[in-house]
C-alpha cells in the first residue's frame, strides 16, 4: 500500500492533534491500567508491532489486517514506523542529486507506506476501540508524534529539496504543478523557514497541544460516559416506542451498575428523542443541563482551563509564524482565503436565522398557553414543543415518520442511490476480516464494467470506547502512482443496538445523517487522481462537506422513499400524504437548527480571532460572544465551549466550524442542478458532478472544478432559498456574495 509522507503527517496531525476516541476513567483507574500495560509489555516483550507494519494481502491489493490488531502492538509499531520513515528522509535530504520532481516530490509521495499502515490501525483504536490501555498509549505517544511531524517539516535540507523543486515547476503538468505548491506551502506553514530558535518553540507548542487535546478528548468522553439519566417505568410517559426501547437497550448494556430499567446516556442521540417526546418536564431539564455541562462540572475532567491555555498557544505559533492570529493562519489555504469572508457570510444568514427562532418560539408559547402549562419556553422544552407545532401546523408525527425508517433498508437504498449515479454495486462479503463484529463490509464495483471500485467498511452501532457522532475514514486512498491502487473507506455511526431480530428505526435527521456520510464515502470511492497527497476527500475544510451535503438530498427523493422506506411491520411503502408532509415541513425548526449552529461558528471565529488570547475564561468569554451577537435565550449554541470537540480537540476545524455553511453554500446551488434539470438522476447532471466535483480530489482549484461543473460560479442566494429564509438583500448573485467568489490559494501561497 503507498500512501505519501504528506498524507500520513496528515493522518498522525488528526489523529495526535485531534481526539474524539478517548474514554476516560477515573484517575486510579487509569493508572492501574497504566500500571498493568507496563507489566504487560514485560511480559510480552517479543511483541514488535510487526503485524501492524507488515504489508496488506489479500483481494484488491490487500486488506487491513484487523484479526491480528492487538492494543500492545500499537507503540512498538508508532516507534519503528516513525524511526523507518525517519531513515527514508534522512536519506532523501542528504541526497547529492539534483532535486526533481521525480527524486523529491514523487519520492515522499511514494514513502512512509509502513507508518501509514499502522496509522490506520491507531485510527481505529483512537476512535472505535477505545480504551484505558489505548488511553494509556495516546498519553504516551501524542507528544512523540507531534514531534515527529515537526522533524519533517523543520528538516532544513529537506525543505531546500522541496523549495528548489517548487522555483522550477513550470514544466510540470497541472497537477503535479498544484502537488508541488502544496508541499511547499505546508513546509512554509510549519515553520520550515523559520530560524532555529523559533522551530525549537513551534515543537514545544506542538507537543503541548497534542497533549491538550487529548487531554481535551478524554474529559468530555468521560463526561459522555459517567452521566446517565436512570428511568422507571413512571418516567416514559409520552416516549416512543423506540425511544424506549432503546433506553432500554442503553440500561442492559451500561457497563457498570445500572441503577434503573432505562437509561438516558449523555450523547446526542440518546438526548434529542428524549427532549423531544418526554413529557415530564423536570425531568427534560434534568437530561438537558446534564448533557450542555459537559466538560464543564468544575471537576478533574473539567475543560476550561485546557481551552485557555490551546488558545493562547495557538495565538502565539501563529505570531510566531507571521500571521496576526490562528484565523488567519487557519483559513489560509480554505477557499474562505480570509476569516472577514467566512464572518461576513455567516453574519448575512444569522438575522434571517434569529427572526425564524422568534417565530418558532411564539408558535411554541402559544401551544403551551392553549395546553395551560403556564410556562414560558425554557431550552429544554424547544425541542418538545417544536414537535407539537410540527403536528399542529404539518400533521406531521416525526415517530410515525420513524416507523418507516429502518437502517438496513436505508443502507440499501444509499446503495442503490450510488448505482444509479455513478454505476457502482456493492455487494457484502464475510470473508474480510474486521476489527469488531458489528462491522459489515461490501465490495463495490462497477456495474458497466465489472471492474473493483474499492472497499467500503460500515461499523453502525454505538459502544463504550467509541467517540460519539459519525464520520467517515480512508483506510487506503485512491491514487495511481505506479498503477492502480483502490481506495478503501468506511462509515461509523452511533445508533443504539436494539435486541436481535427487533428493527433499528432511526429519525429522518439520523437518515439525513447517514446518506450524509455516504456522501463522504463515495468522494473517497469516486477518486481519480495520480498522486495520494491530492486523493478523495483532501480538500480544503470548507470544500470537503460540500459533496456529502448534496447526498442528503436523495434520501427524500420519491425512488428512495418509495422502494426503501417500508414500514418495519407491514412493509408497506411510506405513503404519499406523509412524503407530502414532510416535504411542506422541510424548513421546518431552521431556526434553531441554523441558528445553534452558527452560534457556535461566530464563537469558534470570536476565539481565534482575538487581538490578546493570552488570558481567557471561556465561560465568560462565551457568554459575551453569545450576547454580542444577540443568542436568542431559549436556545443554547449547539456545541459549548467545553464540549467543543471540533475546535479543541484537535485543528481539523478550528477557526472552521464555519466551513458546514461555507459547503452548504455550494451544496445548495448543486442541488438546484439537479432540480432544474430531468430530476435527480439526471446523467446529464451527475455526469459533470462526478468528473468535477468527485474524482478529482484536489488536483485543481475548488472553485474552478465548481464552475466547470456548474458552468458559473456558486449562487449564495441557493442556501437562503433552500432554508426558507428571505433572500432579498441578503445574498449575492450567481458571481457571488460574502467573500464566495474568493478563490482558493493557487500555484503560490503568496497569491
Do not use: C
Not at 476569516?339 to 436565522?353: E, G, R, T
Not at 473493483?452 to 491514487?479: C, H, I
Not at 445574498?731 to 467573500?739: I, K, N, T, V
Request: no cysteine.
Amino acid at each position: 500500500m503507498k500512501k505519501s509522507y504528506l498524507t500520513t503527517v496528515s493522518a498522525l496531525a488528526a489523529l495526535t492533534l485531534s481526539a474524539g476516541a478517548a474514554l476516560s476513567q477515573d484517575a486510579e483507574t487509569e493508572e492501574a491500567a497504566a500500571t498493568e500495560m507496563s507489566a504487560d509489555a514485560e511480559m510480552t516483550a517479543e511483541v514488535s508491532g510487526d503485524a501492524l507494519l507488515a504489508e496488506w494481502e489479500g483481494p484488491y491489493g490487500g486488506v487491513p489486517a484487523f484479526d491480528k490488531m492487538s492494543v500492545d502492538q500499537l507503540q512498538p509499531a508508532l516507534e519503528k514506523g516513525m524511526d523507518m520513515a525517519r531513515a527514508q528522509l534522512e536519506a532523501l535530504a542528504a541526497s547529492e542529486e539534483a532535486p526533481t520532481f521525480e527524486n523529491t516530490i514523487a519520492a515522499m509521495e511514494r514513502g512512509g507506506e509502513e507508518l501509514s499502515r499502522v496509522f490506520t490501525y491507531y485510527g481505529i483504536y483512537s476512535s472505535n476501540l477505545n480504551s484505558p490501555e489505548v488511553q494509556a498509549v495516546q498519553r504516551e505517544m501524542s507528544p512523540k508524534l507531534a514531534a515527529f511531524q515537526d522533524e519533517i517539516y523543520q528538516n532544513s535540507a529537506l525543505f531546500e529539496r522541496v523549495k528548489t523543486v517548487y522555483e522550477n515547476r513550470e514544466d510540470l503538468n497541472a497537477e503535479q504543478q498544484r502537488l508541488v505548491w502544496d508541499y511547499y506551502t505546508d513546509f512554509v506553514r510549519a515553520g520550515a523557514a523559520l530560524d532555529d530558535e523559533q522551530k525549537a518553540r513551534v515543537g514545544e507548542i506542538n507537543q503541548r497541544l497534542a497533549t491538550l487535546y487529548t487531554n481535551f478528548s478524554n474529559n468530555l468522553l468521560h463526561d459522555e460516559e459517567a452521566y446517565v439519566t436512570w428511568l422507571g417505568e413512571d418516567d416514559l410517559e409520552g416516549l416512543p416506542e423506540s425511544t424506549v426501547n432503546a433506553a432500554k437497550s442503553a440500561a442492559d448494556n451500561y457497563e457498570g451498575e445500572a441503577e434503573g430499567e432505562y437509561a438516558i446516556t449523555n450523547t446526542r442521540s440518546s438526548m434529542d428523542p428524549f427532549l423531544t417526546y418526554s413529557d415530564d418536564r423536570a425531568l427534560r431539564e434534568e437530561v438537558w443541563r446534564t448533557y450542555y455541562s459537559r466538560g464543564d462540572n468544575g471537576d478533574e475532567y473539567d475543560n476550561n482551563a485546557l481551552i485557555a491555555e490551546i488558545l493562547k498557544l495557538r495565538e502565539e505559533r501563529s505570531r510566531i509564524l507571521g500571521y496576526d492570529n490562528y484565523a488567519q493562519y487557519a483559513i489560509e489555504k480554505q477557499v474562505a482565503a480570509e476569516p472577514q469572508n467566512a464572518i461576513d457570510l455567516m453574519m448575512k444568514v444569522w438575522p434571517s436565522a434569529v427572526a425564524r427562532v422568534e417565530e418558532e418560539v411564539a408558535e411554541m408559547q402559544a401551544i403551551a398557553d392553549e395546553e395551560g402549562a403556564d410556562i414560558t419556553i425554557e431550552p429544554w422544552d424547544y425541542r418538545y414543543y417544536a414537535e407539537k407545532v410540527r403536528k399542529a401546523k404539518y400533521d406531521l408525527d416525526a415517530n410515525e415518520v420513524k416507523n418507516y425508517l429502518q437502517l438496513s433498508n436505508l443502507v440499501d437504498g444509499m446503495f442503490w442511490m450510488a448505482g444509479e449515479l455513478y454505476g457502482f454495486e456493492f455487494t457484502p462479503t464475510d470473508d474480510l476480516p474486521v476489527y469488531h463484529e458489528d462491522v459489515k463490509t461490501w465490495e463495490v464495483t462497477d456495474i458497466e464494467s465489472g471492474d473493483p471500485v474499492g472497499l467500503f467498511y460500515f461499523d453502525p452501532y454505538a459502544r463504550q470506547g467509541k467517540r460519539s457522532g459519525a464520520w467517515m475514514n480512508a483506510y487506503r486512498t485512491q491514487e495511481s502512482m505506479d498503477g492502480e491502487v483502490l481506495p478503501i473507506v468506511s462509515n461509523n455511526s452511533n445508533f443504539v443496538k436494539v435486541a436481535e431480530g427487533e428493527p433499528i428505526l432511526i429519525s429522518w435527521d439520523d437518515a439525513s445523517t447517514l446518506f450524509h456520510e455516504f456522501g463522504h464515502a463515495l468522494h473517497g470511492l469516486n477518486s481519480d487522481v495520480t498522486y495520494p497527497t491530492l486523493s478523495g476527500t483532501a480538500v480544503p475544510r470548507d470544500y470537503v462537506e460540500f459533496p456529502s451535503q448534496v447526498h442528503e438530498n436523495w434520501l427524500a427523493t420519491p425512488e428512495v422513499l418509495q422502494n426503501y422506506a417500508l414500514h418495519y411491520e407491514t412493509g408497506e411503502p411510506i405513503p404519499d400524504a406523509l412524503v407530502q408532509k414532510i416535504e411542506n415541513a422541510g424548513t421546518f425548526r431552521q431556526g434553531f437548527d441554523t441558528t445553534e449552529y452558527l452560534a457556535s461558528a461566530l464563537v469558534d471565529m470570536k476565539y481565534h480571532t482575538l487581538e490578546d488570547a493570552s488570558d481567557v475564561d471561556p465561560d465568560a468569554f462565551e457568554r459575551q460572544a453569545l450576547e454580542e451577537i444577540g443568542m436568542p435565550d431559549e436556545l443554547p449554541m449547539r456545541h459549548r465551549s467545553p464540549q467543543f470537540a471540533h475546535i479543541f480537540s484537535g485543528e481539523g476545524y478550528a477557526a472552521g466550524y464555519y466551513s458546514y455553511l461555507w459547503a452548504d453554500t455550494y451544496g445548495a446551488d448543486a442541488w438546484e442542478a439537479f432540480e432544474e434539470a430531468e430530476g435527480p438522476y439526471d446523467p446529464a447532471v451527475a455526469e459533470p458532478f462526478q468528473k468535477w466535483i468527485l474524482s478529482v480530489g484536489n488536483t485543481i482549484d475548488p472553485t474552478v472544478a465548481y464552475e466547470n461543473f456548474r458552468g458559473r460560479p456558486v449562487d449564495t442566494n441557493a442556501l437562503l432559498r433552500q432554508r426558507g429564509f428571505p433572500v432579498s438583500g441578503v445574498a449575492g448573485e450567481a458571481s457571488g456574495d460574502a467573500g464566495m467568489d474568493t478563490p482558493a490559494p493557487g500555484n503560490d501561497p503568496a497569491e
